[in-house]
């Protein structure tokens, strides 16, 4: 599937609430809703809850939005196309990965992933054998776009991890929010790629992947266990050669 996507073309959005300075969450969610039309929104209770003011239904679910968007999903009217779309931390979604194993109904879940929870892997990785899942990263809009639309033009259930870099929780200047997320990109730390049919494909393929000292002299608070590099280049390799790490 070709998409062509223009990031300078995407509709304004009007009334959309400022977030905290440097905020990967809010950038997320406004690249969705700026993409995306026809959509149910279901939004996990978060610091981005004040802030989604735009004109689209959506629901407070907390806890429990994986549970709602599938009482939703199963409600609405196929002939209308709407979409129900999960946007939730990696807190929430941590807590119904689960039930997210198993899901079938018609939903985009975007995991608004700033690593809260401790850097990891993908959750992506754990859903490989729903429809679609992929990861992709706020500093890539592009590529995020891409993977959104995809979603949304397939049926079932599908799954985006998204890393959303926070000057909180990370440590860094708010106005580097974009070198940061691209700095883990490129050292592998978090690659992008797609997963269909179980079946891994690269998204972003630098030349080769930068030192991953990078990343860690980039911010000061998310910790780099040792041993870490060597798992990024087993799963790098995995992933040229198609396979889920």
């Known amino acids: 599937m070709s998409i062509d996507v223009n990031v300078q073309e995407l509709k304004p959005l009007k009334n959309f609430g400022d977030g905290c300075p440097g905020c990967g969450t809010i950038l997320g969610l406004k690249l969705l809703l700026q993409s995306l039309d026809n959509i149910v929104l279901v939004n996990a209770t978060s610091s981005v809850t004040p802030f989604i003011k735009a004109n689209v239904p959506f629901i407070h679910a907390g806890l429990n939005a994986a549970a709602v968007a599938r009482g939703v999903a199963r409600s609405l009217d196929k002939k209308t196309g709407t979409k129900v779309v999960v946007y ?20 985009i879940y975007v995991c608004a992933n700033d690593q809260s929870n401790g850097m990891g892997s993908s959750y992506a990785t754990q859903l490989s054998h729903t429809g679609y899942a992929a990861t992709a990263c706020v500093a890539y809009p592009q590529d995020y776009i891409i993977k959104l639309k995809k979603a949304a033009a397939m049926s079932g259930f599908k799954f985006i991890d998204l890393l959303c870099p926070c000057p909180v929780v990370w440590g860094y200047e708010a106005s580097n929010t974009m070198e940061i997320g691209r700095v883990a ?28 000292e990078h990343f860690t002299q980039a911010q000061k608070k998310i910790a780099i266990k040792s041993g870490v590099q060597e798992k990024i280049n087993k799963n790098w390799k995995l992933l040229t050669e198609g396979r889920v790490p």
């Open 88 to 107: 939730a931390g990696d807190g929430t979604t941590s807590a119904s990965i689960a039930s997210l194993i198993n899901s079938t109904e018609d939903i």
């Open 185 to 212: 990109v490129e050292t592998g730390v978090w690659p992008l790629y797609e997963i269909e049919n179980s079946t891994a494909n690269l998204t972003k393929r630098p030349n080769r992947l930068e030192p991953l």
